[in-house]
């Protein structure tokens, strides 16, 4: 296993997603938040892209990602463009970053491995989504959690214009029913990004009749993030067949680091199973 740099370039430019930034691009080094780190670990024929959530970090992820390690498969923890850092580095990104970030390593995983699965959470869900649209059958299944679909609240409306007029809003992190689990994200949330994501939300849904994959959905009733409307949305859309829904009855939005966590590890490695027969078998998945 092996954990990349513990720093980031942070770039601060002229954009049209932050027209209030220098001129001049800034290019400093930023330290990653303690276990906000990218992850990889290059195991077996059978390869996973995980993608984390919007104002997160791949720790949300870590545990599921050290599941499947140790189980030789190959996986991707990727730390999206201006997470895992602080806020402001945020605020000069969108969702262009943050797609072609995930696309880069689906490509990066395909060049080695025979099957890719794509896993998210939330934002995470929905990148996985417009990757399984664009990237067809180069993706042999989905396994999303509790996956973000539209911006709620009548904040949501209100975007357009009040990011020109506040940088920020109440961070997003934390939903944890489990004691003494901590989400690594922001107190904080830019409003440039926010916009952003909702652009994304909407481009996706318009996508959603484009995924044919395999899917397994996982969604707590009871998430003060993410609504259970969003993952019907999701459902109802999809071309996908061969589709499980799975309720985690003792976790809140960050299922991943709460009660369900271990039955999500679980209900994913066993989808890989039935759809990667070779996993499992000698030499399929070796690694260190």
Same mark, same amino acid.
Do not use: C, W
């Given at each position: 296993m092996s954990v990349r740099s513990r720093t980031v370039k942070s770039s601060v430019k002229h954009s049209p997603r932050c027209p209030s930034a220098p001129s001049d691009e800034q290019e400093t080094l930023v330290p990653v938040l303690p276990g906000a780190e990218p992850f990889r670990h290059e195991g077996g024929e059978v390869g996973v892209l995980l993608c984390h959530g919007f104002t997160g970090s791949p720790q949300s992820l870590r545990p599921w990602a050290d599941y499947l390690a140790e189980r030789g498969l190959t996986v991707s923890l990727p730390l999206l463009p201006g997470h895992g850092t602080r806020w402001e580095d945020m605020a000069v990104t969108g969702w262009q970053d943050w797609y072609a970030e995930v696309d880069r390593e689906l490509r990066v995983l395909r060049e080695t491995c025979e099957r890719v699965f794509v896993f998210g959470l939330s934002m995470g869900g929905a990148l996985s989504l417009?990757?399984?649209?664009?990237?067809?059958?180069?993706?042999?299944?989905?396994?999303?959690?509790?996956?973000?679909?539209?911006?709620?609240?009548? @904040?949501?409306?209100?975007?357009?214009?009040?990011?020109?007029?506040?940088?920020?809003?109440?961070?997003?992190?934390?939903?944890?029913?489990?004691?003494?689990?901590?989400?690594?994200?922001?107190?904080?949330?830019?409003?440039?990004?926010?916009?952003?994501?909702?652009?994304?939300?909407?481009?996706?849904?318009?996508?959603?009749?484009?995924?044919?994959?395999?899917?397994?959905?996982?969604?707590?009733?009871?998430?003060?993030?993410?609504?259970?409307?969003?993952?019907?949305?999701?459902?109802?859309?999809?071309?996908?067949?061969?589709?499980?829904?799975?309720?985690?009855?003792?976790?809140?939005?960050?299922?991943?680091?709460?009660?369900?966590?271990?039955?999500?590890?679980?209900?994913?490695?066993?989808?890989?199973?039935?759809?990667?027969?070779?996993?499992?078998?000698?030499? @399929?998945?070796?690694?260190?």
């Open positions: 417009r990757l399984a649209a664009k990237h067809g059958e180069a993706i042999s299944g989905l396994v999303l959690v509790n996956p973000a679909n539209k911006v709620h609240g009548l @904040s949501a409306y209100a975007l357009p214009v009040a990011r020109h007029l506040v940088r920020t809003t109440k961070g997003l992190a934390d939903d944890i029913a489990l004691p003494g689990s901590h989400e690594v994200g922001y107190d904080r949330v830019p409003l440039h990004a926010a916009h952003s994501v909702r652009r994304f939300f909407r481009l996706v849904d318009g996508e959603l009749p484009q995924v044919t994959q395999p899917v397994v959905l996982l969604h707590s009733p009871q998430d003060h993030v993410v609504p259970p409307a969003d993952s019907a949305r999701i459902l109802s859309r999809i071309s996908s067949t061969d589709v499980s829904e799975i309720l985690l009855e003792q976790s809140y939005h960050v299922a991943t680091l709460d009660h369900d966590a271990e039955r999500i590890f679980d209900e994913s490695y066993r989808f890989i199973g039935r759809l990667a027969p070779s996993v499992g078998m000698k030499g @399929s998945t070796s690694g260190g």
